[in-house]
C-alpha cells in the first residue's frame, strides 16, 4: 500500500512557495484558529467571552521583495486553496474606497489589513504562500487567522512589534470597515493572544486577555456539523441591531453595564430585544462561572454551563440551526460527555464539546451514528489543543 504523507500546513506553505516564486522563504508566520468555549454573541456587546486559539493553523511562508525599489510595490499572496494571487498595491487603497473598487473573494481580506495596517506606518513589499487546516467558513475563525497572519507578515517586515490588541484591533478593521462584517474582537483577540494550554478570559471592554489554565483530563472537541453559513450573509447585523436597541432603551451604552435586566424591563423594550438582552446578562455571567468551575477541575459544572449556554443561543438569542442541535444533543447523551453548545457566529458549522480524556473513544464512537442518524450528516470531529497565538520565525 502506498504510504499516505500528511504534510502540515507550515510544509505545505514552504512548498507552494518555492513552487511559486523559485526560491526560498526567509520567514514562516503561523496563526491559530480559535474555538469559543462560552461567551458568545457578548464581544460586540463589550461582554465576556472565553475562547481558545486551537492547533489547526493558517500559515503564510514568506519573503520580503529584494529590491523594495524597484517596479511597484506590492503585497503577493498565492494560496493552496485560491485559484488567483491576492495582489495588493503599496501603498494600499485609500480608506475609504468604495466597495466597488475593492479586491473580491479572499483578496479583500489581505487587501483590507494592508489598508488597516498602513493606518500605523508605511509598509514593505512582500511576497507569500499560504496553506491552512483551519476549515473556512467553519465558524473557527478562519478569517481572523488570515487577518492576523497578514497584519503580523506586514508589521514584522516593516521592522514593528505592535502589541496583540493593536494586532487584533486592524484585523477586526479589516473585517469591519472593508470587508463588511461588522463582527466583535472576539475572533482577532482569541487567534492573536492564544496560550498554550490554555483557555483566554477576554473581557472585549478593556481588551485584556486572561490565560485559564485547562483542567488535566478535559478534550475539548470541536463538532463539525458540515453545514456552513458565512456571518456577513447571517442574521449577525440584525442580533447585533436589536442588542443595541435593547442597551439604547434601558440607558446603558453597552448591555455588559447590566447584571440583571432592569425592573419593569419588558414595558420599555420590545419583547424580541428584551429576550436577546437577558441571553447577553446570563451568557457574561456564565463566562465567569466556567472559569471558576475549570480553577475548582469541575468538569461537570463546565458541562452544565455549556448545555445552558446552548439553550439560551437556541431560544433566546435565536442564532443555533437543525444541525448544530442535533450534535449538541448528539453529543451530551455520548458517554464521558459533561457539555456541549454550539460555538461562533451560529446557525451552521461547529459544536464544541467538553469530553473525559479518557472516554474520547467511546464518546466518538456513540456520537458520530447519533448525529448522522438525526441529520444524514457525516460530522467531522477534532480533538484541540489549545496553543500559542499567532507568531512569527526567521527561517534558517
Ligand atoms: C463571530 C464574530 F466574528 C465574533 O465577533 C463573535 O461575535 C461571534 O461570531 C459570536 O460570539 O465569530
Known amino acids: 500500500m502506498t504510504p499516505v504523507l500528511h504534510l502540515t500546513a507550515a510544509d505545505r506553505a514552504v512548498r507552494a512557495f518555492v513552487a511559486a516564486y523559485g526560491h526560498r522563504?526567509?520567514?514562516?508566520?503561523?496563526?491559530?484558529?480559535?474555538?469559543?468555549?462560552?461567551?458568545e454573541h457578548t464581544d460586540y456587546n463589550d461582554g465576556l467571552c472565553l475562547p481558545m486559539a486551537i492547533d489547526r493553523e493558517l500559515c503564510i511562508a514568506l519573503r520580503g521583495d529584494d529590491d523594495q525599489t524597484a517596479g511597484d510595490p506590492c503585497v503577493r499572496l498565492v494560496s493552496e486553496r485560491e485559484p488567483l494571487p491576492a495582489v495588493v498595491p503599496l501603498p494600499p487603497p485609500a480608506p475609504d474606497?468604495?466597495?466597488g473598487g475593492r479586491a473580491a473573494g479572499w483578496a479583500r481580506y489581505v487587501e483590507g489589513v494592508a489598508v488597516a495596517v498602513e493606518t500605523v506606518g508605511r509598509q514593505v513589499g512582500w511576497h507569500g504562500a499560504l496553506a491552512s487546516d483551519i476549515p473556512p467558513g467553519a465558524g473557527?475563525?478562519?478569517?481572523?487567522?488570515?487577518?492576523l497572519a497578514v497584519a503580523v507578515a506586514a508589521t514584522s517586515l516593516a521592522g514593528a512589534v505592535p502589541p496583540l490588541v493593536t494586532l487584533a484591533t486592524l484585523a477586526q478593521r479589516a473585517e469591519n470597515a472593508w470587508v463588511g462584517a461588522a463582527t466583535g474582537l472576539l475572533d482577532q483577540l482569541a487567534c492573536a493572544g492564544g496560550v498554550a494550554g490554555h483557555a483566554l478570559r477576554v473581557d472585549c471592554r478593556t481588551r485584556e486577555v486572561t490565560p485559564?489554565?485547562?483542567p488535566a483530563g478535559i478534550a475539548v472537541v470541536v463538532l463539525d456539523t458540515g453545514t456552513r453559513r458565512q456571518v456577513v450573509t447571517s442574521a449577525y447585523a440584525q442580533r447585533r441591531a436589536e442588542c443595541e436597541r435593547a442597551a439604547r432603551a434601558f440607558g446603558v451604552p453597552a448591555l455588559r453595564e447590566l447584571t440583571r435586566l432592569p425592573d419593569r424591563a419588558a414595558g420599555v423594550v420590545d419583547p424580541v430585544a428584551l429576550r436577546r438582552a437577558a441571553f447577553v446578562i446570563a451568557e457574561n455571567a456564565r463566562v465567569d462561572a466556567v472559569a471558576e468551575a475549570f480553577a475548582?477541575?469541575?468538569?461537570a459544572e463546565a458541562?452544565?454551563?455549556l448545555l445552558a449556554g446552548h439553550r439560551g443561543l437556541r431560544d433566546e438569542f435565536e442564532v443555533s440551526g437543525p444541525e448544530l442541535d442535533a450534535a449538541v444533543a448528539a453529543a451530551a447523551a455520548a458517554p464521558g460527555c459533561f457539555g456541549a453548545r454550539m460555538t461562533g457566529g451560529g446557525f451552521a458549522g461547529c459544536a464544541v464539546a467538553l469530553v473525559e480524556r479518557d472516554r474520547l473513544a467511546a464518546f466518538t464512537e456513540a456520537f458520530t451514528p447519533a448525529y448522522s442518524a438525526r441529520t444524514g450528516r457525516s460530522p467531522v470531529l477534532h480533538v484541540c489543543s489549545a496553543v500559542a497565538g499567532t507568531s512569527i520565525t526567521v527561517l534558517g
Do not use: Q, W
Open 25 to 39: 522563504p526567509t520567514h514562516l508566520v503561523r496563526s491559530p484558529g480559535r474555538v469559543n468555549l462560552i461567551g
Open 97 to 99: 474606497t468604495p466597495p
Open 140 to 147: 473557527l475563525s478562519s478569517s481572523a487567522a488570515l487577518e
Open 212 to 214: 485559564v489554565p485547562l
Open 296 to 299: 475548582r477541575g469541575d468538569a
Open 303 to 305: 458541562g452544565r454551563l
